[in-house]
């Protein structure tokens, strides 16, 4: 960490945290390729990708180039409990405009996936995974009224009016890394 | 890899599966009436898709895993592909969603080979030959304007619309069945409204995210700083009668954060907002309780001013 001058913001030096964690290095990168981020080292760090985010335009620390130069460096620690990947719309400017087709998204996600492994998990995706798991949808199983009030049935057509189908879904949950993950019960 | 675009016309007819979503049937019902009623109308054939679920949206399986996220992806596709249809859906998330698995499935054979074995414990296998549309491809391309334009009983003169495409309407095009000419800037949108009678013109933030999402529920001051600049431009380069757009995500942000700024003091406006279906369902003259009967910011005055001209 350089040292701050008076009045003047502490930086974060990403080269002297990477001397420090060198050996750290090709294991991150190696994680996050694994998790999907297959194009990673393509990155020349053009910044096109932060031209069109809207992450990076409302002021999110680790937005997609920063977030590749990081891990590139080895980083992993500092980015464990910032909340910048779970803030990721998905919507794929990035992808649309990287001209080495690194596909930025691919970098945000894999670092939620690598984020999961440590329990580093917002609350309401703990959540949102619950409602999948329970009903077969990922919103409060509110608006039945809503439904009725507009001349629909309280129930869509989905599994949470087909038993079997919500069975198929739980069956399919348990056969997935959602399962040995342990992140919500999935007993029944 | 993804080449065939031509959607499934049995004798002749147009048929699809009726891919709903979560925020659709359990925040915006109205938004799903209103497909009900007019793709029959258009003598598009809706298939329930019965047992369906979440796409899985990007919060849940994306962010665990890819196989796994494929997995509940091609549940949903393979009910479209038993039936021999493709799914559509009016949800931005939903399709990006189920079109990016699909295009992994489709490029990776080890992703699509895991899925099909997880598939196989509930006796499924997915071909990857389903996809999903897109309501408003299928509005564009397979029912068209002209059809559109028939099918009308109140015509849009003299309104000016601000359209929101939404993200997930647009981009990663290499994963997506239809695609803009060019992606930074949509126009069909802008033509299905030109299409009802009214003005949709260029704006400067129209490609703009809305903030919704992700971006809301992990930090939702930062979300409004977003949507509030998006609607100051609205209103400041077109001074728009109303906001249409094709993303029930883009929809709930528009439409509730707005009226959150207001009570805030940080908004002197009011701007209604409506999904493109549900515009087409006010057109064709369905009952606008049942095709546009929730919102947060009040939309009686305009649809007043479609019914009574």
Known sequence: ?188 | MIAETESVKGENKLKFGLFLGCNIPFNRPDVEQAMRKIFPALGVEIDDLKGQSCCPTWGTMPSIDIVAWCAVAARNLCLGEEKGIDLMTACNSCYGSLNEARHKMLTNPEIHKSVNEILAKIGKKYEGKSKCRHVAWVLYKDVGLEKIKESIKYTLDDITIAVQPGCHFLWPSNVYPDKEEDPFNPKVLRELCEALGAEAPYYSKLVDCCGMGALRSTDPEKSFTLVKEKLECIKDELDADMIVTTCSSCLIQLDDAQERLRKEGKLNFSIPVLHYVQLLALCMGFDPGQVAGISVTPRDEIINRIIKG
Not at chain 1, 23 to 50: D, T
């Open chain 1, 1 to 188: 960490m350089i040292e701050p001058e008076e009045g003047v913001p502490t930086v974060l030096n990403l080269s002297e945290i990477a001397e420090r964690e060198k050996e750290e290095e090709e294991k991150v990168v190696e994680i996050v390729r694994e998790f999907g981020a297959e194009n990673l080292i393509y990155c020349m760090q053009c910044g096109s990708c932060a031209a069109v985010c809207p992450l990076a335009r409302v002021g999110f620390e680790w937005y997609n180039k920063k977030l590749i130069k990081a891990l590139l460096l080895g980083l992993k620690e500092e980015l464990l409990d910032d909340p910048t990947p779970w803030a990721c719309v998905a919507c794929n400017r990035c992808t649309e405009v990287c001209p080495r087709l690194v596909s930025p998204f691919e970098v945000m996600f894999a670092v939620r996936r690598m984020m999961v492994e440590e329990f580093a998990i917002p609350t309401l995706a703990i959540e949102g995974l619950r409602a999948l798991y329970e009903y077969g949808h990922a919103v409060y199983m509110t608006g039945r009224e809503a439904r009725k009030k507009v001349g629909l049935p309280e129930k869509p057509p989905s599994t949470d009016s087909d038993e079997q189908a919500l069975k198929d879904l739980k069956t399919i949950l348990k056969n997935t890394k959602l399962a040995e993950l342990g992140l919500i019960p999935m007993n029944d």
